[in-house]
């Protein structure tokens, strides 16, 4: 689980060192507090892409640790073993520098993101607050229920053969073309290759090289804007701000019984000029972050414009040159280098096909299986969730043609009514349904994860009054089995947290940074009482506040 957190110079973070234990930890704060920022940091420790953006304005690099106890996690402990790195315990650091470039270790030993990437699916189960979007797609479906079944490495292993099958299919037809035939695919399929690996396209580069270029080529126009925002808004002598605090003043002439009947409109200009104070510094920030790089620029239209430029060449999306360029050197290895008898080629791509079989009908069972057990998890909580009269189920079809993952098609079937039929998840569903039927999917894959620490963040959108009271309840099921990290803007989850750790922003004229605090019992009952009533905390507030709080500790199911 996770031990320790510790981030230095990270987005509007100075310095924060947290110490987190087993159960579930409830992460709270105003919008737009940085509760996001827990996230980030701990996403850096576990391989996500560094930016020069994540160091905090001023600093020379961010530098992220968080220690994890692995005591009780084999899977971690033995791919540390296996890379002879020390197994006692697990500490990760990353430093991140203002040109971007980050640098990482495990135990003390440089790694890469690939690494930290591989390490961390062992340590951190990640439920985002769009994981409903992703259950649109059967995909997902099918990854769920594989990960339910446990089997992902006999899946990988399907993959493998049914690539090796359709070569060697592919190697057959070849072998029977005549000699010129075969000469001259060898002849492209070596051109093709050689200007493929010239590229080095990289899986995922492409994305980036065009959200790169966008940033890159609108830098100019975006520092112009910004700067004629400020000017509206910042200017000493003109600006918004300005105008704003002089209107203060002379309100502030007012006599004493004048200023009492216009107290109200007094504290919301002053409010205001606070948020406007707030806007100008982070459109500094924001400003001072844009970087003009006509050089950068360059290569990276040009790196773009070999790519697509191939692409047509083979009539594919640029995204799929990466896939292309494994095919065709695969093709190319077999053909240059492969058996030169027919027979037994033949041979071999009978034996491939009768074990990609038997190894996909072993995986279909095991699919079916899952899929009886996970319908019955999601539909149990469902009912929990206040959707008693929904059926779930988890259809697991045969295809019509073979795919490398098997032979098998997983799709999610709803009804949220009586007598209505069972039909595809995104044709059922409304926002609020889908909500719910997304956590109760989420619930009960987490139920059965072998992963110790589960970061929820903001699954609970879309929810309130009693469901987020049971949603609430699941998550500190969840947390008495391990580690349960969840972000939230509902006092009925947070109420049920075994502790909660409260994010605040301060700001002034000269910086802005983010605090996260511990709290105790007394501080619990002000932060849902903040939660449920806003700033100005009654003592009515304050006492829902505390019976929610006595409620949520109970440990007890409603």
Same mark, same amino acid.
């Given at each position: 689980?996770?031990?320790?957190?510790?981030?230095?110079?990270?987005?509007?973070?100075?310095?924060?060192?947290?110490?987190?234990?087993?159960?579930?930890?409830?992460?709270?704060?105003?919008?737009?507090?940085?509760?996001?920022?827990?996230?980030?940091?701990?996403?850096?420790?576990?391989?996500?892409?560094?930016?020069?953006?994540?160091?905090?304005?001023?600093?020379?690099?961010?530098?992220?640790?968080?220690?994890?106890?692995?005591?009780?996690?084999?899977?971690?402990?033995?791919?540390?073993?296996?890379?002879?790195?020390?197994?006692?315990?697990?500490?990760?650091?990353?430093?991140?520098?203002?040109?971007?470039?980050?640098?990482?270790?495990?135990?003390?030993?440089?790694?890469?993101?690939?690494?930290?990437?591989?390490?961390?699916?062992?340590?951190?189960?990640?439920?985002?607050?769009?994981?409903?979007?992703?259950?649109?797609?059967?995909?997902?479906?099918?990854?769920?229920?594989?990960?339910?079944?446990?089997?992902?490495?006999?899946?990988?292993?399907?993959?493998?053969?049914?690539?090796?099958?359709?070569?060697?299919?592919?190697?057959?037809?070849?072998?029977?073309?005549?000699?010129?035939?075969?000469?001259?695919?060898?002849?492209?399929?070596?051109?093709?290759?050689?200007?493929?690996?010239?590229?080095?396209?990289?899986?995922?580069?492409?994305?980036?090289?065009?959200?790169?270029?966008?940033?890159?080529?609108?830098?100019?126009?975006?520092?112009?804007?910004?700067?004629?925002?400020?000017?509206?808004?910042?200017?000493?002598?003109?600006?918004?701000?300005?105008?704003?605090?002089?209107?203060?003043?002379?309100?502030?002439?007012?006599?004493?019984?004048?200023?009492?009947?216009?107290?109200?409109?007094?504290?919301?200009?002053?409010?205001?000029?606070?948020?406007?104070?707030?806007?100008?510094?982070?459109?500094?920030?924001?400003?001072?972050?844009?970087?003009?790089?006509?050089?950068?620029?360059?290569?990276?239209?040009?790196?773009?414009?070999?790519?697509?430029?191939?692409?047509?060449?083979?009539?594919?999306?640029?995204?799929?040159?990466?896939?292309?360029?494994?095919?065709?050197?695969?093709?190319?290895?077999?053909?240059?280098?492969?058996?030169?008898?027919?027979?037994?080629?033949?041979?071999?791509?009978?034996?491939?096909?009768?074990?990609?079989?038997?190894?996909?009908?072993?995986?279909?069972?095991?699919?079916?299986?899952?899929?009886?057990?996970?319908?019955?998890?999601?539909?149990?909580?469902?009912?929990?969730?206040?959707?008693?009269?929904?059926?779930?189920?988890?259809?697991?079809?045969?295809?019509?043609?073979?795919?490398?993952?098997?032979?098998?098609?997983?799709?999610?079937?709803?009804?949220?009514?009586?007598?209505?039929?069972? +039909?595809? !998840?995104?044709?059922?569903?409304? %926002?609020?349904? /889908? @909500?719910?039927?997304? $956590? #109760?999917?989420?619930?009960?894959?987490?139920?059965?994860?072998?992963?110790?620490?589960?970061?929820?963040?903001?699954?609970?959108?879309?929810?309130?009054?009693?469901?987020?009271?049971?949603?609430?309840?699941?998550?500190?099921?969840?947390?008495?089995?391990?580690?349960?990290?969840?972000?939230?803007?509902?006092?009925?989850?947070?109420?049920?947290?075994?502790?909660?750790?409260?994010?605040?922003?301060?700001?002034?004229?000269?910086?802005?940074?983010?605090?996260?605090?511990?709290?105790?019992?007394?501080?619990?009952? +002000?932060? !849902?009482?903040?939660?449920?009533? %806003?700033?100005? /905390? @009654?003592?009515?507030? $304050? #006492?829902?506040?505390?019976?929610?709080?006595?409620?949520?500790?109970?440990?007890?199911?409603?």
């Amino acid at each position: 689980m996770l031990a320790q957190l510790s981030i230095h110079h990270y987005a509007i973070v100075d310095a924060l060192d947290l110490d987190f234990r087993k159960g579930m930890t409830a992460i709270t704060g105003e919008t737009g507090a940085g509760k996001s920022i827990l996230l980030g940091a701990l996403g850096l420790c576990l391989g996500d892409r560094a930016d020069a953006a994540n160091v905090r304005h001023g600093a020379k690099q961010a530098d992220i640790s968080a220690r994890f106890d692995i005591q009780a996690l084999p899977s971690a402990r033995d791919w540390l073993s296996e890379r002879e790195l020390d197994t006692e315990d697990c500490l990760i650091r990353r430093v991140v520098t203002t040109s971007g470039r980050s640098k990482a270790w495990i135990n003390g030993t440089p790694c890469t993101a690939s690494d930290l990437k591989q390490l961390g699916e062992h340590l951190i189960e990640v439920h985002g607050q769009h994981a409903h979007h992703a259950l649109m797609r059967e995909e997902t479906h099918l990854r769920l229920v594989d990960e339910l079944a446990g089997h992902q490495d006999d899946v990988s292993r399907l993959k493998g053969l049914h690539r090796q099958w359709q070569s060697l299919r592919r190697d057959i037809r070849a072998r029977r073309e005549n000699s010129s035939e075969r000469d001259a695919r060898l002849q492209l399929l070596r051109y093709q290759v050689e200007e493929l690996d010239e590229l080095a396209l990289q899986e995922g580069e492409l994305g980036q090289l065009e959200t790169e270029h966008t940033n890159l080529s609108h830098a100019e126009q975006s520092i112009q804007t910004t700067q004629h925002a400020l000017d509206e808004c910042g200017d000493e002598q003109h600006g918004a701000l300005t105008r704003l605090s002089s209107a203060l003043g002379h309100l502030g002439t007012l006599p004493d019984a004048q200023r009492k009947t216009i107290e109200p409109i007094l504290t919301m200009l002053e409010e205001a000029r606070i948020q406007l104070s707030e806007a100008v510094s982070d459109l500094e920030h924001h400003q001072s972050s844009i970087e003009l790089d006509p050089t950068r620029l360059a290569f990276v239209e040009e790196r773009l414009s070999t790519a697509h430029t191939i692409a047509r060449k083979h009539y594919v999306n640029p995204e799929e040159l990466t896939g292309l360029h494994a095919t065709l050197a695969h093709e190319l290895s077999e053909l240059d280098a492969g058996p030169s008898d027919l027979s037994e080629l033949e041979e071999q791509a009978q034996t491939v096909r009768d074990e990609w079989r038997a190894l996909a009908a072993t995986v279909s069972d095991r699919r079916a299986k899952a899929a009886i057990q996970l319908t019955a998890d999601v539909e149990a909580q469902l009912k929990f969730l206040g959707m008693e009269k929904a059926r779930f189920e988890v259809a697991v079809t045969p295809l019509e043609k073979p795919q490398p993952e098997g032979l098998d098609h997983v799709q999610f079937l709803m009804s949220a009514n009586p007598g209505q039929p069972m +039909r595809p !998840l995104h044709k059922v569903a409304s %926002g609020g349904e /889908l @909500s719910r039927i997304s $956590l #109760a999917i989420q619930v009960a894959t987490a139920t059965h994860s072998k992963t110790p620490t589960l970061v929820f963040d903001e699954v609970d959108v879309g929810i309130s009054g009693a469901t987020a009271e049971i949603v609430g309840q699941l998550l500190r099921e969840l947390g008495g089995r391990g580690q349960v990290m969840c972000v939230t803007h509902l006092p009925q989850v947070a109420a049920q947290a075994h502790q909660h750790l409260h994010i605040e922003k301060q700001a002034d004229e000269h910086q802005t940074q983010t605090s996260m605090l511990l709290l105790d019992r007394q501080g619990r009952v +002000r932060e !849902l009482a903040r939660m449920l009533g %806003g700033v100005h /905390l @009654s003592q009515q507030t $304050l #006492a829902h506040a505390r019976e929610m709080l006595k409620s949520g500790q109970s440990d007890q199911r409603h």
